[in-house]
């Protein structure tokens, strides 16, 4: 399934007691029991995934280990034969590193390390830069990876940040041994780099360190991990070796019905249909010269690596570009002469922003203020917003696409990931667009939701919309686009439709002859 | 999908603690007073003791409250108060109408209002300096317009004392003033899509902005809209101490944004709001009379309004951290942190 080599694992070692073994683990939270009776057994020096849809339990596991929440009673933890209190104590090589990385962007590699490992100071306090920097070299010297360390981390790509958190975790235990927890450490990253952070974690591994590895994203478990323990709502499926398994069968342990990692969504190509879109010559922080024609009803894909220009083209279409861009834009259906792609936002095309919790939704606001944040215009009479028209366009949106809440008054921080990309998508259509334009619209979401959101997109477009949708995500073009355009180096290098839409010809042409490593430094 | 929370499910929300805090505890405090000192505390007097004396600070915190709705700091908002009652009274000792001297005061309030507009949002300087430095511009044409003296004359008697100083039944009208502004904020921001806008704006202005709000407008406005109700909260405070006093706006900076912080954890929680602010200002307002009464020592009152403000924003700091919603220092960072230029 993947644009990838498949890692070669080392030969696999299990003696001596688990690194971590727990059992009979449960976690009652107010109205929900997050976990029941849950036990996870992790062998020395193992990648061992965990995997399990949204509110699965996987996050409050991970919180309990880490000490955020206390278990139910009943449960018990051994780290290396030496049992410990859940949620009171973390054993000293029991190391962490969540979602967010907790960096401090501000500052640069050095300073992050020293912020968690101490800084090397003498007399009165005063820190010697020149021996903090030899240790922070030292540090990052196992991970091969080039890094400013005198740069705030703000300028460094997403994954030089998740090697600087792990080797930020990993610090000050030498112990061999020890267990890595690394929480959805792929959620940020591009695909191309994915790759970079296998080579990290298979470097911690090779220390004797064993992984538990937690991913939304079924292929990657394929490529690195040694067994699979799957949650379903609060319980463990079971733990498998990964070899005894394929990602229609994990797939179907984690949701519990069959779902097919290679659903293609029912949709028509239209080549004949009328261009309603049409971009020239345009030009931004990474696009070099983009001309596109999108034809009515059509989903077209935007296929690319990260800095090809596959994050900044829909931003661009829909006038909100975060860097200055040039070029022409039009849509023939509504005006015939070319305008300037800075003008864009005028034309009112809605965007559903690949950063879901930065840019989609406003976290303090409820699940219907959410919705219908972009057409409060149309709620108002006589300058009052209508409570009653404001639950009749919520009631109406959150039934045509499935959205589940406990109530539109809910917060929308309440939701899964999902269901928060459902209430985004609903508020750009409730706009009643003719085009819509999206960016990564699975980031974070599981297998289950996925294909609902496949779906969702290709009976839109049955229904007479036009998407652009763009995806570092192979998989997501696959399942939904009648045509996809592969960007390389800011350009258009290559385009396919029909039968000639395959992974094969599409990762040729995103990656070109010179991809082999697949990286991109940035800048 | 399930419906509308029952009527019942309602009122014990707009009941609980967790809502309205503030008027649990402004009621434990009226039993205590009355206990403490039955004699002058529990009487009509005091009532009206509390709301006169509390009018210009509901009203000043009041004017910062839709500002802070956008996450925007108008530290500038004291200052306003005192140059516009200076320039009021100024401009009436001169012999100007009433009616224009009025109007004058009121343009340095909108005036102030589209300076600072134009340095946070145009200039795109963070809010808390911007307009800190431009407090300290206006403190310097305060100087230059009084020499730091307050301005006494016969014609800030008669019509221009009536606006401050009439009084229905014991009430005077800053009471009124401060209860038809709370109505126009709480209608603004509960019941328009503006108001609406203004809490998207303040809690993400990224979402917003891509949502088709127009963030920056809304942030200009509402810098406007404190220098405007700063500049009238001015003229009604120099004609109810009956000068053009050049500290007088100063006293409110404090009290004001106290308020309008605490105002915030009532009512609705996490957002500005009118009505929260005026609970707040009667919750610190009747501590301070009651203390008064009591013959607390000087410092009892300050450390009274310290304690309240840190102890309510430590318990809706706490409520919000078990119930997993934004925490407040981060709702309130000062300076958003500017994303990283990764896109792609």
């Keep these: ?523 | 999908m399930r419906g509308r929370p029952s009527m019942a499910a309602r009122v014990r929300h707009g009941l609980s603690f967790n809502t309205i805090g503030a008027v649990y505890v402004l009621i434990a405090i009226i039993v205590v007073f009355s206990i403490w000192v039955p004699s002058t505390f529990p009487t009509i007097a005091t009532v009206k003791q509390v709301l006169n004396s509390n009018a210009i600070t509901a009203l000043a915190a009041l004017a910062i409250t839709i500002p802070l709705a956008t996450r925007t700091f108008d530290l500038s908002f004291a200052y306003t108060i005192t140059l516009s009652g200076v320039v009021t009274a100024h401009f009436l000792t001169d012999g100007t109408p009433l009616a224009l001297a009025v109007l004058l005061g009121l343009a340095v309030g909108v005036v102030i209002g589209v300076v600072n507009a134009t340095v946070v949002v145009a200039m795109r300087i963070d809010s808390f300096i911007a307009t800190l430095a431009t407090g300290s511009l206006i403190q310097a044409l305060i100087t230059m317009a009084t020499n730091d003296t307050p301005i006494v004359n016969v014609h800030l008697q008669g019509g221009f004392a009536k606006i401050g100083q009439t009084n229905i039944g014991g009430i005077t009208l800053p009471v009124f003033y401060a209860l038809i502004v709370a109505l126009a904020l709480w209608f603004v921001l509960e019941h328009t899509a503006t108001g609406r806008r203004f809490y998207a704006t303040g809690f993400n202005p990224d979402a917003a902005r891509l949502a088709g709000v127009r963030v920056d407008r809304l942030r200009f406005i509402s810098l406007i809209v404190s220098g405007s109700l700063s500049g009238a909260t001015g003229i009604v405070l120099a004609s109810t101490i009956g000068s053009g006093d050049p500290t007088a706006g100063t006293a409110y900076l404090l009290p004001g944004f106290a308020a309008a912080f605490l105002g915030a954890t009532q009512l609705k929680h996490g957002r500005f709001n009118a009505f929260g602010t005026i609970i707040a200002v009667l919750l610190l307002g009747t501590g301070v009379v009651g203390l008064g009464l009591a013959n607390a020592p000087q410092w009892a009152a300050n450390m009274f309004v310290g304690v309240v403000l840190i102890a309510s924003l430590a318990v809706t700091g706490i409520q919000r951290r078990s119930t997993g919603a934004t925490p407040w220092r981060k709702q309130l960072s000062f300076a958003r942190l500017r994303r990283s230029a990764t896109a792609g």
């Design chain 1, 1 to 523: 399934m993947q644009a990838s080599s498949v890692i070669s694992h080392l030969p696999r070692l299990g003696l001596g007691a688990p690194a971590l073994r727990l059992t009979g683990l449960s976690k009652t939270f107010p109205g929900t029991r997050a976990l029941v009776n849950a036990s996870l057994e992790i062998r020395q020096g193992e990648i061992h995934a965990l995997v399990g849809q949204n509110g699965s339990g996987k996050s409050t596991l991970i919180k309990t280990l880490a000490g955020y929440h206390t278990p139910d009673p009943g449960a018990v933890a051994e780290f290396d034969g030496e049992p410990f209190a859940l949620g009171h104590s973390v054993p000293e090589g029991l190391r962490f590193v969540h979602q967010d990385l907790g960096l401090v962007l501000e500052l640069n590699a050095m300073e992050n390390l020293a912020l968690r490992g101490g800084f090397i100071s003498g007399a009165a306090g005063r820190v010697r830069w020149r021996e903090q920097e030899e240790e922070t070299y030292r540090i990052l010297e196992r991970f091969n990876i080039e890094l400013d360390i005198h740069r705030p981390l703000a300028e460094a790509t997403p994954v030089q940040r998740t090697v600087v958190a792990i080797a930020g975790a990993l610090q000050g235990w030498h112990g061999g041994g020890g267990l890595l927890v690394l929480d959805e450490p792929t959620a940020v990253l591009p695909h191309d780099e994915v790759e970079r952070l296998f080579a990290m974690v298979e470097e911690v591994r090779r220390d004797g360190t064993s992984v538990l590895y937690v991913s939304h994203r079924l292929d990657e478990i394929f490529e690195i991990a040694d067994r699979v323990t799957i949650l379903r709502a609060g319980r463990v499926v079971t733990t498998l070796p990964v070899a005894e398994v394929d990602q229609r069968s994990l797939a179907k342990l984690m949701v519990g019905e069959d779902v097919d990692p290679d659903y293609r969504a029912e949709v028509a190509a239209r080549p004949t249909a009328p261009v309603v879109l049409e971009l020239r010559d345009v030009r931004g922080h990474r696009l070099r010269g983009v001309d596109l024609e999108v034809h009515q009803g059509e989903i077209l894909g935007i296929a690319g690596l990260a800095g090809a220009g596959v994050l900044e083209l829909p931003y661009l279409i829909a006038g909100q570009p975060r860097f200055p861009a040039t070029g022409s834009i039009r849509l023939p259906q509504r005006f015939s002469e070319w305008r300037d792609v800075g003008d864009a936002k005028s034309l009112g095309i809605p965007l559903v922003p690949a950063d879901r919790a930065r840019d989609g939704i406003v976290a303090e606001f409820a699940v219907s203020e959410n919705l219908t944040l972009s057409v409060l215009d149309r709620l108002a009479s006589r300058g009052r917003l209508r409570k009653s028209r404001e639950r009749d366009v919520v009631d109406h949106w959150t039934r045509r696409l499935g959205i589940v809440t406990a109530g539109p008054d809910s917060l929308i921080s309440t939701l899964s990931g999902g269901n928060q990309q459902k209430v985004v998508v609903a508020r750009c259509l409730a706009r009643d667009p003719d085009l819509l334009v999206l960016s990564e619209p699975t980031a974070g979401v599981d297998v289950g939701t996925r294909v609902a959101i496949y779906e969702l997109i290709a009976g839109l477009s049955r229904d007479g919309l036009t998407v652009v949708v763009s995806s570092s995500d192979l998989g997501d073009l696959l399942a939904m686009c009648t045509r996809v355009v592969a960007l390389r180096d800011g350009r258009i290098a290559g385009e396919f439709a029909g039968d000639g839409l395959t992974e094969h010809e599409l990762v040729n042409a995103i990656e070109g002859e010179h991809s082999a490593d697949g990286v991109d430094n940035g800048k």
